[in-house]
């Protein structure tokens, strides 16, 4: 069953002599439990397509349809209450918030979705666990190096278990040991759990991990690729 659709969807950022064409008429379908990564030079407009995706973007023309609502038409109120309960995402600049403990940021969304304080605490430990931060479950995010502040970020994005995962260069802040074993747990989590994964990448551990890659350039979708087990 497809989950994302999108539809003749075009982004111009500015106007005139300045506009930038960031998508260019892009017809893209992912189904429930895809593993992807959308790779592409810089500029080639991957964010762009990732933020549409959720709707923390809209597109200047077409449309987007994510688990059947046209998320580019839903209003503010709407679209954010949809986007908690559906949607998790992994920023390259972590967004973790500075006052809260890893473990404290890592349940914030269910917290959000009302999930009981024994329940969240629960799952939030185990998710650190499993991202290799036992023991640094109170530490704040300044206490915590790049790498391990992007790992409390995916144990974040994927302890809620949403229907999709966004990931903006996941694995940019992490060395390749970190890096490959986050790429196998979120995969292990795609399996067990059928969240579908979306990665905006330039690092071949990802592309390498992920079981399709679609290249955009210029704001334009290639044909898609599978990758080789």
């Given at each position: ?19 930038v ?10 189904e ?37 609502h ?33 473990v ?43 790498g ?23 694995t ?29 990448t330039?690092?071949?551990k ?16 290639a ?7």
């Open positions: 069953m497809s989950l994302i659709e999108l539809k003749n969807v075009t982004k111009v950022y500015g106007e005139g002599d300045i506009a064409h960031a998508l260019r008429g892009v017809d893209l379908t992912l429930e439990g895809d593993f992807v990564a959308v790779a592409g030079p810089s500029g080639s407009g991957k964010s762009t397509m990732l933020n549409i995706m959720s709707g923390l973007d809209r597109p200047t023309a077409g449309s987007c349809v994510l688990a059947g046209r998320i580019n038409e839903m209003s503010g109120g709407a679209l954010s209450a949809f986007r908690r309960e559906n949607v998790g995402f992994i920023f390259q600049a972590y967004n973790l918030l500075p006052v809260l403990t890893a404290e940021n890592t349940e914030y969304v269910m917290m959000l979705q009302g999930v009981s304080q024994k329940e969240r605490r629960e799952r939030a430990r185990e998710m650190l666990k499993r991202v290799g931060l036992e023991g640094m479950e109170d530490r704040f995010p300044r206490q915590m190096s790049g391990q502040q992007q790992r409390v970020a995916v144990a974040r994005a994927i302890v809620s278990e949403p229907s999709l995962v966004l990931a903006d260069e996941p940019a802040n992490l060395d390749s040991e970190t890096g490959y074993a986050l790429m196998d747990l979120m995969g292990q989590l795609n399996e067990e759990k059928g969240v579908t994964f979306v990665f905006s330039h690092d071949p990802v592309m390498e991990r992920s079981r399709e890659i679609i290249r955009l350039r210029d704001g334009r979708v044909p898609r690729e599978a990758v080789d087990a």
